[in-house]
């Protein structure tokens, strides 16, 4: 069964660190990646997406996204969080040619001032 | 922005009577999800339309639960009668394919916060 991992349920951070968030999933094809950020009471925001290409991925708020098929990671990072920042993050994996993505249990970010 | 526009975006319903969410999604996308999260957790597939079919509703607990897609454009899902445990937040996405058909992605509402009391 497919099954995707956010190890992490609560991070915190300080403002202007660095972070890394970790995502790990179990599926034997090329995997569809995503992140997606979650205010509170809000939906859910796509920030970076992978289907195929260059492993390292760009998305929107300065985030950025590693692929890295010998480990079935997909870990976001960010060099520099902000306050506004704070917030719930979900990994999402799909498959190639199975029209199903599932969610991970998401990653609770503070930010310390 | 196009925009997948939910209603209401509050809900609070006393058990046992029925409660319904509608979603439109953005125009001209073909796949419809209806997604339900318990506070703390992600996202749970419920149903999954392609234009007016279902997909996928192995999720979805029929005793109680229903979707519709009539026309394949906007979508109905319902809770009869509503229980306790049926509190949660409920999001639709749509998609112009499903997920995994093609470098599609998908957009999310911002979702209807059940509460049964």
Redesign the interface.
Known sequence: AQS?TQPDIHITVSEGASLELRCNYSYGATP?L?W?VQSP??????LL?Y??GDTLVQGIKGFEAEFKRSQSSFNLRKPSVHWSDAAEY?CAV?????????????TKLNVKP | EAEVAQSPRYKITEKSQAVAFWCDPISGHATLYWYRQILGQGPELLVQFQDESVVDDSQLPKDRFSAERLKGVDSTLKIQPAELGDSAMYLCASSLSAVGTGNTEAFFGQGTRLTVV
């Open positions: 995707v569809y995503f997606y009471g809000q939906g859910l925001q796509l997406k289907f195929s979900f799909g498959r190639y040619n199975f029209n199903k993505f599932y969610f991970g249990s998401g």
